[in-house]
């Protein structure tokens, strides 16, 4: 997610790399996605995924933006869809 600022959430590493859910491409440049965390948290701005690479994870849905895809690193792999349209659902009842 690269360095972020105030109560933006860092990634960790030289590159602040952090998992990202792919929400909506638009283009070949550009996606919709919300920023993962590696913890267990519940509420009304998380959705609890289960584990992932051997952690747990949660959508932190406060954290939604717009990125390009050049912070593209590499896949990890493809949500439950139940549980992707669960969170598909809860950002549109948002708009």
């Known amino acids: 997610m690269g360095v972020n600022i105030g109560s933006e959430a860092n ?8 998992p ?3 929400l909506k491409g638009f ?3 550009s996606f919709l996605g919300i920023a993962l965390t ?3 948290k519940e509420g009304r701005h998380y959705i609890y995924l289960g584990i992932i ?6 959508v932190n849905l406060s954290q939604i ?4 895809t050049k912070r593209l690193v590499n896949k990890m792999g493809k949500l439950d869809e ?5 969170i598909r659902k809860t950002v549109r009842s948002w708009f």
């Open 11 to 18: 990634g960790k590493g030289e590159d602040y790399g952090r």
């Open 65 to 68: 933006r717009l990125f390009d």
């Open 53 to 58: 690479e051997d952690r747990e994870a949660s």
């Open 38 to 40: 590696g913890k267990k």
């Open 27 to 29: 283009n070949k440049e």
């Open 82 to 86: 139940d549980k992707f349209d669960e």
């Open 20 to 22: 990202v859910l792919v």
